[in-house]
């Protein structure tokens, strides 16, 4: 059974930094891309950031370009997401997902999500 | 970009009725389109890819149509499990935009 395990989330100030990580079992992680999706409290899903099988590729949203880094270690089986100069509107729920296949976004399964939430 | 537009906002029905969710995209995503359910404290839940294939699991009233610009999530008898958040997503460019959702409760 595939399983992802969000954590690191949690309160930070205003300009901070956090680095959530998402544990991976149950599949060949070295042979998926991966991905970070987010929903703000009360809103819709936001696509933040993909990042391939052997991480040669990696994209990000518009909103979080320049600030975020995607990343992964094949070895440890493990997603990271490093956010740095994080704002208010960054606060939400992050969840890992799994590419579907190699066609292409297509998530599924996805993890139960870390809350960031960035207040002063 | 392409933007994915869902509608209506909210659908409330009863147990027993079919449920018809419309998405409609800003320029064509061919068939490239997925479904998403989503339960209150849950993450979302694949339901629909490729416009039309059901995910692993997914009951059969679940059936997607559509191609180009505009695309259906029908559930043809609602079952009390069903009354969820549903999300379009698309994958034919970057960014691969969600809809902002259809409400589906019970009536």
């Known amino acids: 059974e595939v399983q992802l395990l969000e954590s690191g989330g949690g309160l930070v100030q205003p300009g901070g930094s956090l680095r959530l990580s998402c544990a991976a079992s149950?599949?060949?992680?070295?042979?998926?891309?991966m991905t970070w999706v987010r929903q703000a409290p009360g809103k819709g899903l936001e696509w933040v950031s993909t990042i391939t099988d052997n991480s040669v590729s990696a994209l990000y949203a518009d909103s979080v370009k320049g600030r975020f880094t995607i990343s992964r270690d094949n070895s440890k089986t493990t997603l990271y997401l490093q956010m740095n100069s994080l704002r208010v509107e960054d606060t939400a729920v992050y969840y890992c997902?799994?590419?579907?296949?190699?066609?292409?976004?297509?998530?599924?399964?996805w993890g139960q999500g870390t809350l960031v939430t960035v207040s002063s | 970009e392409i933007v994915l537009t869902q509608s209506p906002a909210t659908l409330s029905l009863s147990p027993g009725e079919r449920a018809t969710l419309s998405c409609r995209a800003s320029?064509?995503?061919?068939?490239?389109l997925a479904w998403y359910q989503q339960k209150p404290g849950q993450a979302p839940r694949l339901v629909i890819y490729?416009?039309?294939n059901r995910a692993t699991g997914v009951p059969a009233r679940f059936g997607g149509s559509g191609s180009g610009t505009d695309f259906t999530l029908t559930i043809s008898s609602l079952e009390p499990e069903d009354f969820a958040v549903y999300y379009c997503?698309?994958?034919?460019?970057?960014?691969?935009?969600f809809g902002g959702g259809t409400r589906v409760e019970i009536q």
């Open positions: 997902a799994k590419y579907y296949d190699d066609r292409g976004s297509i998530f599924d399964p």
């Open positions: 320029q064509s995503v061919d068939t490239q």
């Open positions: 149950g599949f060949t992680f070295s042979s998926y891309s």
């Open positions: 490729d416009a039309f």
């Open positions: 997503q698309h994958r034919r460019s970057w960014p691969p935009n």
